[in-house]
């Protein structure tokens, strides 16, 4: 009887294991709240905005103190990051600069992305009303609303974003 016999038995059996054999004990179940926490998601229609408010006003001090190092004084743009303000209508295809006034499909989007990753050395940190608030900077400075006027779960979807129709929504049944 050759030697290699009993070793491929023995390699089969450690590599498909026993029926009695135990996970690895790898990680932990995650909770339903520990899922709630990452599941921010905010559709274009308004879905999942949060609660909370604010108003242009509230939100220039807060881009002075945590945008404007990178943003620019005025949102109007630096070496480290794009202008939020302004910009020529999208007829230049792709080298056209972007910004919200031109570029951004849904003001919902705007809150979304600001509320995951703003600012950019510490995403998430901003509170609901600081983020309303400075939507409220960034629409108003980019004259898409009146300066005076709250944003919140209600009145930010009803904001009609110039290039609201620039897009091919993939699932339009979704919103």
């Not at 926490?37 to 905005?49: E, K």
């Not at 807060?62 to 109007?76: D, L, P, R, S, V």
């Not at 939020?84 to 031109?102: D, F, M, Q, S, Y």
Request: glycine share 10%; aromatic share 6%.
């Amino acid at each position: 009887m050759s030697t290699h016999k009993p070793l491929a038995v023995l390699a089969l059996t450690l590599a498909c294991g026993t029926a009695t054999a135990q996970p690895p004990g790898l990680g932990a179940k995650i909770s339903e709240a520990d899922i709630a926490a990452w599941d921010i998601s905010i559709l274009p229609d308004g879905t999942g905005l949060p609660a909370g408010s604010g108003t242009a006003a509230q939100g220039a001090p807060i881009f002075a103190a945590k945008c404007a190092m990178c943003h620019g004084e005025g949102a109007k743009g630096t070496p480290a990051a794009s202008a939020l303000v302004g910009g020529p209508p999208l007829t230049n295809g792709i080298e056209t600069t972007k910004t919200i006034a031109n570029f951004w499909g849904y003001s919902t989007t705007l809150l979304d992305f600001i509320r995951r990753a703003m600012p950019f050395q510490a995403p998430r940190s901003l509170t609901n009303d600081e983020v309303y608030s400075l939507v409220a900077y960034l629409l108003a400075i980019n004259k898409l609303i009146p300066e005076g006027e709250a944003m919140n779960a209600k009145t930010l979807p009803q904001v009609k974003m110039p290039n609201r129709d620039g897009f091919i929504i993939r699932f339009p049944e979704r919103i």
